[in-house]
Every structure is written in C-alpha cells, then in structure tokens.
C-alpha cells in the first residue's frame, strides 16, 4: 500500500511526513498555480524536502502528444526520479505508450471510467489515477468505477497500480482501500481527518483527569 499527499504545501509536508507513513508527493496544474512559484523550482523544493527515497508526481500541460513527452523529459531533467502524469485521452494515449517504450514512467490521470483507466494500463502506465470524487460529483459510483478497475488490472495488468485521487472524505479513501486499490493521494485537509477526532481528544482528557485526580500530576 503507497500513501501519497496530494499538495505542494511544504510546511504542510514537512508537519504529515513526522506522522503519516508517506510514499510521496502528487501534484496537478491547479495545485502548482496555487503555490505561486516557478514548477522547476517547486518540484526541485519538493524532492529535497521529502528525500531521495519519495515519489513526485507532476503533470504535462500540453494537449498534444509530442508536446506531452517533451515536457515529460523537461520534468524528468529537474527531477530525474518524477513520475509524469499524462491525461488519458487520445494524444495522452500515444504520448503514454512512447514515454513507456523510452522507459520513463507514467501516470494516467483524469480517469472516470474503468474502461479509460485499462487502456492507460495497457499503454503501459505504471500508475492510473481515478478521479473519486468528481465520479461521485457527476453521478456516477466512484466505488464501482474502482473496483472494476482493480479487477481489470488484477487480471490483465498486474504491473499496474490503481492510484486513486480527488477525494472529499475519509470514507472515500477507505472504500477504495477495500477495493483492493494499492495507493491513493490524500489532499491535507482529508490526511488530517484521519488522525484528528474530537472523541479521541475527549477520552484522552478523561483519562489524564482521571490520573490527576488519584495521583496529583501525569506522571509515574
């Protein structure tokens, strides 16, 4: 199981990666034009601040195949060990199967059906992000979309990995955990909700009055 964060907010790495068992760092356009800075010298920031031994993912801009493997390489130049993220459609496709070929790895990104999913894996990339939420946004069963995604690679494309993303609520990421999905990136304020439960600070308290009050300090 790989659990990445989906975020440039360094601090904000900095302060999960001391709690969370991390693989990495994914990214998007939106989520770079959000930190406001040079994505060469983000994505360079970002590495340095997970290590050498964590995944960053960031994606191509262009609509066009070529254009999408010479950014590939552009990415691949200031960080060396980058997944690039393709779009799975048509040109992403083609520019998919090329970056294979020239062995540097891929994800699928923007995926809302298990169809379009497969044929990313069948292009040989190594990581197929469904978009959770944005599924469930449009109606559609993002738990279904999952499952029969993870059964097609089980069966078709085991070196594929079902990355799932866009997600609104804890429960979203577990159901895909129990879909049998192998890794998922949590945007922080999700990862948070993991770990932060007023009931468990409440029982806590208790247990701390308690203590205080047949021992005078929390101390043995």
Same mark, same amino acid.
């Given at each position: 199981?790989?659990?990445?964060?989906?975020?440039?907010?360094?601090?904000?790495?900095?302060?999960?990666?001391?709690?969370?068992?991390?693989?990495?760092?994914?990214?998007? *356009? /939106? $989520? +770079?034009? @959000?930190?406001?800075?040079?994505?060469?010298? =983000?994505? #360079?920031?970002?590495?340095?601040? %997970?290590?050498?031994?964590?995944?960053?993912?960031?994606?191509?801009?262009?609509?066009?195949?070529?254009?999408?493997?010479?950014?590939?390489?552009?990415?691949?130049?200031?960080? *060396? /060990? $980058? +997944?690039? @993220?393709?779009?799975?459609?048509?040109?992403? =496709?083609? #520019?998919?199967?090329?970056?294979? %070929?020239?062995?540097?790895?891929?994800?699928?990104?923007?995926?809302?059906?298990?169809?379009?999913?497969?044929?990313?894996?069948?292009?040989?990339?190594?990581?197929?992000?469904?978009?959770?939420?944005?599924?469930?946004?449009?109606?559609?069963?993002?738990?279904?979309?999952?499952?029969?995604?993870?059964? %097609?690679?089980?069966?078709?494309?085991?070196?594929?990995?079902?990355?799932?993303?866009?997600?609104?609520?804890?429960?979203?990421?577990?159901?895909?955990?129990?879909?049998?999905?192998?890794?998922?990136?949590?945007?922080?304020?999700?990862?948070?909700?993991?770990?932060?439960?007023?009931?468990?600070?409440?029982?806590?308290?208790?247990?701390?009055?308690?203590?205080?009050?047949?021992?005078?300090?929390?101390?043995?």
């Amino acid at each position: 199981m790989e659990l990445y964060l989906d975020t440039a907010d360094v601090t904000a790495i900095k302060r999960l990666a001391k709690v969370l068992p991390i693989n990495g760092v994914t990214t998007n *356009p /939106s $989520i +770079v034009a @959000k930190a406001g800075k040079s994505i060469f010298s =983000l994505l #360079a920031e970002l590495q340095d601040v %997970l290590g050498a031994d964590k995944l960053l993912f960031a994606q191509v801009l262009s609509s066009n195949a070529d254009e999408m493997i010479k950014e590939a390489h552009q990415l691949r130049k200031a960080v *060396p /060990s $980058i +997944v690039t @993220k393709i779009p799975v459609n048509a040109q992403g =496709l083609m #520019a998919i199967k090329e970056l294979t %070929l020239q062995g540097i790895p891929t994800l699928g990104t923007a995926v809302y059906g298990a169809g379009q999913g497969f044929l990313a894996a069948l292009a040989g990339a190594k990581y197929i992000a469904p978009y959770v939420n944005r599924i469930d946004a449009q109606g559609g069963s993002s738990k279904d979309t999952v499952q029969e995604l993870q059964k %097609l690679l089980d069966l078709h494309c085991p070196q594929s990995m079902v990355l799932a993303a866009s997600f609104r609520t804890p429960r979203q990421a577990l159901d895909c955990m129990l879909a049998g999905c192998q890794s998922i990136t949590l945007p922080i304020d999700v990862a948070e909700l993991f770990i932060s439960d007023p009931a468990v600070d409440a029982t806590i308290t208790k247990f701390d009055d308690d203590w205080c009050s047949a021992f005078g300090a929390l101390t043995f």
